[in-house]
């Protein structure tokens, strides 16, 4: 089973600036890696599918990147409603199924 | 503009079976391209796979879970259920149903329904 570790658990920046969030799986091998964003009392929202692909209506600050076993999202300009809870997400190929991250949250 | 509304009863008393079931608007269940599931959040934020099926009736499970997890899916009323069997304490969480389209994320959630175990 795959064990996804996000760093730092909690992250203090001003709106403007650049954050990056990353995700680590324990081994690597064929999966997808996608990006949610949870608000509280909110359900989680798709940023990111497929390592880099930006779901619809999710700006273009947001992007991610990674291989293997590290992967990263980073927002290029915080504005104030991205602070929020940020997950990362494993996804086998197959069969289906998947395991999120422990989260890293963003606080203003 | 797809929309998916959780109901059930909230409160379960241990060792019974919690019992949900997810309705889908605005969109269609039987769509190929999709497989339907529950995703729950424990009162520390933890986020868990339960489960997932497919319109035809294949499911996949968390196999930490798989023992006491059953879902099934009702294609004429567009829902899909979740039953959990034996629940303890630890079973206590927001239960969302969700759309997962595999390869490009679980891009659908309902906004949850919280569900404690408790006598």
């Known amino acids: 089973e795959i064990v996804l570790t996000q760093s730092p658990a909690t992250l203090s920046l001003s709106p403007g600036e650049r954050v990056t969030l990353s995700c680590r799986a324990s081994e690597s091998h064929s999966y997808f890696l996608a990006w949610y964003q949870q608000k509280p009392g909110q359900a989680p929202r798709l940023l990111i599918s497929d390592t880099s692909n930006r779901a619809t209506g999710i700006p273009d600050r947001f992007s991610g990147s990674g291989s293997g076993t590290d992967f990263t999202l980073t927002i290029s300009s915080l504005e104030p409603e991205d602070f929020a809870t940020y997950y990362c997400?494993?996804?086998?190929?197959?069969?289906?199924?998947?395991?999120f991250g422990p989260g890293t949250r963003l606080d203003i | 503009q797809l929309q998916l509304e959780e109901s059930g009863p909230r409160l379960v008393k241990p060792s019974e079976t919690l019992s949900l079931t997810c309705t889908v608007s605005g969109g269609s269940i039987s769509d190929n391209n999709y497989y339907w599931g529950w995703v729950r959040q424990t009162p520390g934020k933890v986020l868990e796979w339960i489960g997932i099926?497919?319109?035809?009736?294949?499911?996949y499970y968390n196999p930490s879970l798989e023992s006491r997890v059953t879902l099934s899916i009702d294609t004429s009323k567009s829902q899909f259920s979740l039953r959990l069997t034996s629940v303890t304490a630890a079973d206590t969480a927001m239960y969302f149903c969700?759309?997962?389209?595999?390869?490009?994320?679980?891009?659908?959630w309902g906004q949850g329904t919280l569900v404690t175990v408790s006598s």
């Open positions: 969700v759309r997962d389209a595999s390869r490009g994320g679980t891009d659908y």
């Open positions: 099926i497919f319109y035809t009736g294949k499911t």
């Open positions: 997400q494993h996804r086998n190929n197959w069969p289906p199924g998947f395991t």
